[in-house]
């Protein structure tokens, strides 16, 4: 690999990694609460589209990325109401939930822009170089010249460490996901701590799919998640729970489909599916074989219900 | 006397069909320790639970300062004042001690909790290993952080479940030192503890409860150890029915019937001629110091002691269930085991009849050898147990939780029994059942024996033991001590049970 490629193989990895660091961020902290919302897939797509008419809407891709929050959170809102308000089964709860966030938007953006998908054009959220830093050789552009939302992942991952394991509301998020019973008991309102986790985790993935609309493809299209959500769970196991773990495992699976493009660029004669399969296979090899030996906050997908 | 900080009257706690609490009443006053006291199953946990908000009563009265006031929550309690020490441990595993202990001070900077965790320590005495997360830290070290973090939030009652299980005897005696200094401060403060003498060393005024209900509450000066245990384990003549009446009837007891002699009461007469079915020779594990039994064919061997003295992990060594750590068990392949838990042990509950059967029976040889499950011999096996032991559900089709305790327990007696094992360990048989069914129980005991069954009754109840036995340990702390037949009476077998066993020795 020749210099330039090794430039634009980093700055494709990085481009990938960033939607994936962003919904899994967001996914940390709801985990930590006790809840793996496999709704995240439906948060992502609804942010797609909610940034795609959000920009149409207000002319601007930045107004559109905060549209794209809003409808993650949104669908973050339907699962915690079920999940957790009514103490519905997580994973069946968010099953639906992706389902139907991938068919409603499919038919929102139908019944907008007609079934044969007119080309919906955009305002893009266009990089913007850093100074200084964008300019260090090789590394430099792949990290410092990307949209404004690769930095809001950068600036996540430390953020995030520090409420986890620093502050008091860090604390109870903890105790509510390893041992709701001992949270309540201190005085934790548990359901509560887990609302908020699971809200902020649907703006973090709904942010993520308006990314992906607004600073990716310059348009939306159905289905353009792609499996993104359920990625972003597996990425918040390599990352074992640590918000900066994380963003270097989103970075990896980053790398994982760059390499997929690459290598199909560089013409190996294997069949392009192999190549698509990659990030998937390294998803399993890592879940397998890294994450052995890591624990899952120990009330993770239980339901909680005050005993009374 | 003043108005008690907390007054309780007349608190009632259904869970499901049983009533925990009948009734009970509590007042706890400024500047005393009081200890609440009763054998198991008589309501002492569920009643704080109620104080400390974690159960809502479904009947009775809870005043505060004087002021009638619901407890809603934990947040309410505290609101309150009243600090509730769990039996069952409230810590999150995966958190440090610090971190546990900040969680209960929530809404203060980390460095002003740090602040008062050293003064509370300093001034307690309560020191634990602040930075070790509390998964890797000892049961006592854990109770000495429960203690803490409750402590920690200053409260004007503090409410402890059972806060000596777990500790050494110095260490029992320098929270009891603490209880002190903390009442004579002008704290109220509430003692669960099963141990009789350890609440009476600490206690300035005692309330007694007896299934569900209070039955005394006086000065500690005012009371004997006597009264105490009278009013505890009850003596009128209900408590008598269950267990007085098969004793009577008893086949065997006259001698000779089954091949089973047991003319006189002795115990070496027994245990020279009936045949020896299981026997562990020095074993020690977990909770069992060098624990020695024999027990043989067509006799009940009670094991009496206050819970948690090691009995479980017997009953499981017993009944082939766990190698002990250490020293012989000689027990059949198949024992016929009636665990004290119905419910999660004992029966899948969202089983039918014949399904719980065939979970224990299939892998007989007599339902082939298979793969697959014979269903109808299984379903015809599930009805012979329904008829045989008059389990009142209307078909094996039944669930197991519809069923009510005592049937729920005849289903079990019967699956276990069909086994066809030489041996029998029951633990706490009558647990929760109502003077009926546990009448049929003792009943089945009496009568399996007398049959040639070597029965093994492991029971908190005292009576039931007594009742029941032909021969008579008592587990404490460990040991197997074995009872004389001359001390083989409720305050013989008590004073064993509260000494430690030292006396025996």
New interface residues.
């Given amino acids: 690999m020749s210099q330039v490629e090794l430039v634009l193989f980093l700055e494709s990895a990085v481009r990938l990694g960033i939607p994936l660091a962003l919904a899994a961020m967001g996914e940390t902290l709801t985990e930590r609460s006790g809840v793996i919302n496999i709704g995240l897939e439906g948060s992502i797509i609804a942010g797609a589209l909610g940034g795609a008419l959000g920009a149409l809407a207000f002319e601007g891709a930045g107004l559109g990325i905060i549209a794209g929050a809003m409808a993650g959170l949104f669908v973050a809102l339907i699962f915690a109401v079920f999940a957790i308000s009514l103490g519905a089964d997580q994973i069946i709860t968010g099953t639906a939930v992706t389902i139907g966030g991938l068919g409603m938007t499919g038919a929102i953006y139908q019944a907008q822009f007609g079934a044969t998908g007119t080309e919906l054009s955009l305002p893009t959220l266009a990089p913007v170089a850093i100074p200084g830093l964008s300019e260090i050789p090789i590394v430099g552009t792949a990290f410092f010249a990307q949209a404004p939302t690769a930095y809001l992942a950068y600036v996540m991952a430390p953020i995030a460490w520090y409420v986890i394991f620093r502050t008091a509301w860090g604390l109870e998020l903890r105790a509510t996901g390893e041992a709701p019973a001992a949270a309540e008991a201190a005085g934790v309102r548990v359901r509560r701590v887990r609302f908020v986790a699971t809200l902020f985790g649907g703006a973090m993935a709904g942010i993520a799919g308006a990314h992906l609309a607004l600073a990716h493809a310059g348009t939306f299209a159905e289905n353009m998640s792609a499996g993104k959500g359920f990625i972003a769970i597996a990425v918040v196991v390599l990352g074992r729970w640590n918000p900066v773990l994380v963003l270097f495992a989103a970075l990896f699976f980053g790398a994982a489909s760059a390499l997929q493009f690459f290598l199909q660029a560089l013409g190996f004669d294997i069949a392009y599916q192999i190549f698509l399969a990659l990030p998937y296979v390294l998803t399993l090899a890592a879940l397998a074989g890294w994450v052995g030996t890591s624990r899952a906050p120990a009330a993770l997908a239980l339901p909680w219900e005050p005993h009374r | 006397m003043s108005v008690p900080l907390v007054r309780l009257r007349g608190i009632e706690r259904w869970f499901g069909r049983v009533r925990a609490l009948a009734g009970a009443s509590l007042e706890l006053h400024a500047g005393e320790v009081h200890g609440v006291i009763g054998s198991n199953g008589a309501g002492k946990s569920t009643l704080l639970n109620v104080l400390g908000g974690?159960?809502?009563p479904d009947g009775g009265t809870i005043e505060i300062a004087g002021a009638p006031t619901a407890i809603g929550?934990?947040?309410d309690a505290?609101s309150h004042g009243i600090g509730?020490v769990?039996q069952h441990?409230?810590?999150?595993?995966?958190?440090t001690v610090r971190?546990?202990l900040?969680?209960?001070l929530?809404?203060?900077s980390?460095q002003e909790i740090d602040q008062i965790v050293d003064v509370t320590i300093e001034q307690t005495g309560l020191w634990v290993p602040l930075d070790a997360p509390v998964r890797s830290i000892g049961v006592g070290d854990r109770q000495r952080t429960e203690i803490l973090?409750t402590l920690l939030r200053d409260p004007k009652l503090l409410v402890l479940d059972e806060p000596t299980a777990v500790l050494t005897p110095e260490e029992v005696d320098g929270l009891f030192t603490l209880l002190r200094t903390l009442a004579r401060e002008g704290k109220a403060v509430a003692l669960v503890a099963h141990k009789l003498d350890e609440v009476l060393a600490v206690s300035d005024r005692l309330t007694v409860l007896r299934t569900g209900e209070t039955v005394l509450s006086a000065q500690r000066s005012d009371v004997s150890v006597r009264g105490l245990v009278a009013a505890m384990v009850g003596d009128g003549v209900a408590d008598e029915i269950a267990v007085g009446v098969y004793r009577k009837d008893r086949p065997g007891s006259s001698g000779g019937a089954h091949g089973n002699p047991k003319g006189d009461e002795t115990t070496a007469g027994v245990a020279d001629a009936a045949p020896l079915v299981g026997r562990v020779v020095d074993v020690h594990d977990d909770a069992l110091v060098d624990v020695t039994l024999e027990v043989h064919a067509g006799e009940v061997l009670g094991v009496a002691g206050v819970e948690g003295n090691g009995q479980h992990e017997l009953a499981l060594v017993l009944s082939g269930r766990r190698a002990p750590i250490a020293g012989q068990a000689h027990v059949p392949e198949e024992v016929a085991f009636i665990p004290q838990d119905r419910q999660r042990e004992g029966l899948v509950v969202d089983f039918d009849l014949t399904e719980n059967v065939a979970l224990a029976l299939s892998r007989l040889d007599r339902f082939g050898t298979g793969a697959l499950m014979p269903w109808e011999d299984l379903e015809k096996e599930a009805e012979r147990i329904r008829t045989r032991f008059d389990v009142a559900a209307p078909s094996t089709e039944t669930l197991a939780g519809a069923l009510s305790g005592g049937n729920q327990q005849r289903v079990i007696i019967g699956r276990e029994l069909a086994l066809g094992a030489p041996m029998l360990v029951a633990e706490n048989p009558t647990r929760g059942l109502d003077v009926a069914a546990a009448a049929y129980v003792h009943g089945e005991l009496t009568r399996l024996a007398s049959e040639g069954l070597a029965i093994v009754l492991i029971s908190t109840d005292l009576d039931e033991v007594l009742g029941l036995a032909d021969r008579v340990v008592v587990m404490t702390r460990g040991r197997a001590v074995d009872v004389p037949e001359s001390e083989r009476s409720r305050e013989g077998v008590g004073a064993l049970m509260l000494s430690g066993g030292a006396e025996a020795t």
């Avoid at chain 2, 441990?89 to 958190?95: C, D, E, I, R």
């Fill in positions: 974690l159960l809502a929550s934990p947040r505290w509730l769990h441990f409230t810590l999150v595993p995966a958190l971190e546990n900040a969680l209960g929530r809404g203060r980390f973090k």
